[in-house]
């Protein structure tokens, strides 16, 4: 207000696209951008959706990679998250069934008794759903480095008349690096049961806050122990660890394409290679 004219600035603009809840940027050209797919769909957070949502978000100091493979790993649920989400201990047990497809992988577990008793369903729809018989799967999908997600699945056998016929959360993970040991991590669990329920969304959202600052924890003493052990080490790997390894595997093919692009002398093309990434 007190410059009678203003010096030229310029200011950096990157390229955005809003779907649904979220705010895609991309922070290359943005011309680039206009020939890359849309981002990958996000449809349980959608306006108008048959879904309702709670969601939080925190600053990690923790390689984002870090928290990927907690993602990837979801035997740590019922020993790390015992007092908040009640997962049966045999749910670490249950066979993994691992799909991988380019750079998107997958992983599915069908899910052992009283895994309808954890703390995602309200007491009723639990009882429903035991009264019901049911048959009940567990999935986990990257499909980005910025995108993760995963969800439980019940699908009754028997359901009543006018009775819900599925029950269904999923839990949507979404990273993106400050640093190379910090983290922005925004997270939604949704559900397509009581969805005028505004009780149950807060408890909700208290229950997976609570879970979440767990993992946050968790991440980042193992981001410290990364920083200060200096020893040598051989890395083992349990059965369990397969979505884990095979998710380092594609980033690290995926960052390897990217450097190769890079130093190409035609680098004028690197926006059709990027393109040929995205497509595979």
Request: aromatic share 12%.
């Amino acid at each position: 207000p007190s410059m009678v004219k203003c010096p030229r600035i310029a200011i950096r603009h990157y390229p955005m696209r809003v779907q649904g809840a979220l705010a895609w940027v991309w922070m290359g050209s943005e011309e680039a951008m206009l020939r890359l797919p849309a981002p990958p769909a996000t449809p349980w957070l959608e306006a108008g959706a048959d879904w309702a949502y709670a969601t939080g978000h925190y600053d990690l100091f923790g390689n984002w990679i870090l928290m990927a493979e907690n993602l990837m790993d979801l035997t740590h649920i019922p020993f790390l998250h015992q007092a908040s989400f009640n997962f049966p201990k045999a749910f670490a047990q249950a066979p993994v069934k691992l799909e991988i497809s380019g750079d998107r992988l997958s992983y599915y577990r069908d899910n052992p008794p009283n895994y309808q008793r954890s703390g995602f369903l309200p007491t009723e729809a639990s009882e429903a759903i035991e009264a019901a018989g049911f048959q009940a799967r567990s999935t986990v999908r990257f499909v980005s480095p910025a995108l993760t997600h995963g969800g439980g699945r019940f699908v009754l056998d028997r359901p009543g008349a006018g009775a819900q016929p599925t029950y269904e959360w999923q839990v949507i993970h979404f990273t993106t690096p400050i640093t190379d040991r910090e983290t922005k991590y925004w997270y939604f669990f949704a559900r397509n049961y009581s969805l005028d329920d505004r009780a149950l969304t807060e408890k909700l959202k208290t229950m997976i806050v609570n879970g979440f600052e767990e993992d946050r924890v968790a991440i980042e003493l193992v981001q410290v122990m990364h920083e200060k052990d200096t020893h040598d080490y051989r890395e083992v790997h349990f059965k369990s660890d397969a979505p884990s390894v095979a998710m380092r595997r594609i980033v690290a093919g995926m960052a390897r394409r990217e450097a190769e692009a890079r130093r190409s002398p035609a680098n004028a093309s690197s926006i059709d290679q990027i393109e040929q990434i995205a497509a595979e």
